[in-house]
C-alpha cells in the first residue's frame, strides 16, 4: 500500500498511481509569510491593497500602488529574505498539523510576475505598460523573477520540498491575455528561470493559471513545469490533454463553473461530475484531483463538497484498479 506522498507523486510524474490523490487532502502546504497583509494599510510589500468580502481576497480597484511602471522601484519593498527565521518557520510547518505521509508543497506565490504589475497599476494601465514602457516593465519583471528565485533557494535549503508552486493569472476564459510575441519577448524567459530554479533544489515544478491557457499549456510544459494547476477546464484543455497525454499532468479538472457547481445543484449531478472528471483528465494518470475552490460556507457548498469528496474517494479508488 503506498502513502499518501507516494501516491501523489505518481500522478505529479505523469504516472498512474493506485487511486486519484487530492490536492485538498493530500498535500501539506507552505506559504511563507512574505506575503502577508499589514493589518494597518491593508497592502502588501508591492503597496497592493487588498479587500476581503464573501467571495475571498481580491485587489482593491479603487486603488493604485503607484500612478506609472517608472515609479516601481520607489514603491516595491522586497522583505529581506536573510532576516526571516527560516528554522522556526520550518519548524512550525513540520508542527501541529503535519502529516509525514502526505506530499509536501511550498508555495512561492500566487500572483506572479505578470499579474503583480496589473494589482499595482490596474488592469488598464498594467496592461498598456506592456506597450508603453516595455523596458520599465520588465526591469519590474526581473526584478520580481531574482526575489522568486532567491525566495525558492530557502525553500530547498530548509523545507525540500516535493512540489514548489508559482502561480500567475496570465490567461483568461477567452484564452491568454498576452500575445505569443509579448510571451517570448517579456515573460517566457523568466517564468523559466523560475522553474530551473525549482528544479535546482530537487522539486518538481507547479505553474497555476486560471482561464483558457490556449497556447501557453505548450510554452508552459516547454519551459520544463512538470505539473499545471488548472482550475478551469474547457475543451481547448481536453484536446491539450488528448495530444500532451502523460506530458500533461493538471491538478484541478473538476468544472466548478458546469452544471454541478450552480446552486442546488443534484447529489447526483455533483458525483457525475466528478466521475466526468477523472476519466476526461485521469484515466491514464496524472491528475491530482481539485475542485477548484468551492466559494462560500453556505449549506449548499458543504454538501456539494460532501458529494464530491466522497464520489472522489469512492471512484477515485476503483478507476485504476482495472
Known sequence: MLTKKENYLLAARGKKPEWVPSFVEDANVF???IWDIDPETG????NVKWVVDEYGQMPDPSWRAMEDISEWRDVVRFPDLAQLDWE???AEFHGEGYDSDKVDI???NTSGIFLIPVNMLGWVDGLCAIYEDPEELEALTSALTDYLCELIGYFGAYLQPDIIFSGDDIAAADGPLVSRETWNDLFKP???KI???IHAQGALAEFHCCGNNGYLIEEILDIGYDICQLPVPNDDLVADKMRFGKRLVI????ERHGSAGLPNASEECVRASVRKAIDTFGAEGGLIFWDGGIIGDSEDSRNKMEWLTDELHAYGREVYRA
Open 106 to 108: 511550498a508555495m512561492a
Open 88 to 90: 522556526k518557520l520550518a
Open 31 to 33: 506559504m511563507p509569510p
Open 190 to 192: 523568466y517564468f523559466k
Open 43 to 46: 497592502t502588501d510589500f508591492c
Open 251 to 254: 491538478t484541478g479538472g473538476w
Open 195 to 197: 522553474a530551473d530554479a
